[in-house]
């Protein structure tokens, strides 16, 4: 992932592309949705008295919808563009107990024991950073792409975030990590779903925003994107197979 990225679908999109809602598709789950998972989780430990840190905050979207369980969140990101995004959001929305500042995860300005919760939606998750400024007794969460995450169009275009890279299992991985840096892992589980993009249009403009491939290009890309289109173009729309971790660590 790199911050260059995040700066320019800032620009283009006026936010995290895939905040912006103009992709039409649906997610098919053959148990729950992960995202669901994730956030309530992260409402079961909330409380007004609580702290947060959101790392990778991006826009800022996920953090004004949860802000009201908590008694502050710090939103960092290393994008530039997405945290003036954030802030102006934030006038128009009102909410004020978030304060939105530029620092990288991994080596943060923060004080030891700065923080109740850390939450990582999709962003970095250095483990051992995240313990130095957690309270005692601190959790973190998170949810993170899986390795086996729209495999099919990366073998099809033969590049793509962590194309023949990620070859172990993610959960694991995060799992070792947590422990690790110190925290106790009380929830780990991965999820497997079905996206359906409605067009060839909404799908496009879907990977333009995201960082699968960083370098997509709607029109050189075009015979590659047909051809995954032709596979997996289904009565519900064009399938694309996506996959998730979901953890929670306790700081011990
Ligand atoms: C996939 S986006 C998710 C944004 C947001 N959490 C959301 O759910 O919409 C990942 C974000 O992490 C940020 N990021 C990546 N590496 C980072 C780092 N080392 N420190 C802080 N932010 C980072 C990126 O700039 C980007 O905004």
Redesign the pocket.
Known sequence: ?T?SF?DKVAKKFGG?AF?TGHVDYRSEYPNRDPEEIFKEKLIGLASKNKKALD?????G??AFQIAKYFSSITG????KE?LKIARQKQKIYKVKNITFTF????KTSFFDKSFDIIFS????TPFSEFRRVLKPGGYFIGINIGEKDCQEIKEIFGRGQGYKEWNTSRLEKEKQGLKDAGFKVIFAQDYFYDEYYTSFEDFDLFLQGV?IFEDFDSKKDRKLLEEYVVKFKTDKGIRFPRHRVVLVGKKI
Do not use: E, V
Request: aromatic share 12%; proline share 8%; hydrophobic share 25%.
């Open positions: 992932m911050t995040y995290y905040s790392a990778g905050c991006g826009d979207k996920f960092i990101d290393t994008s997405l620092q990288d995860a991994h939606r999709r962003g970095p960082p």
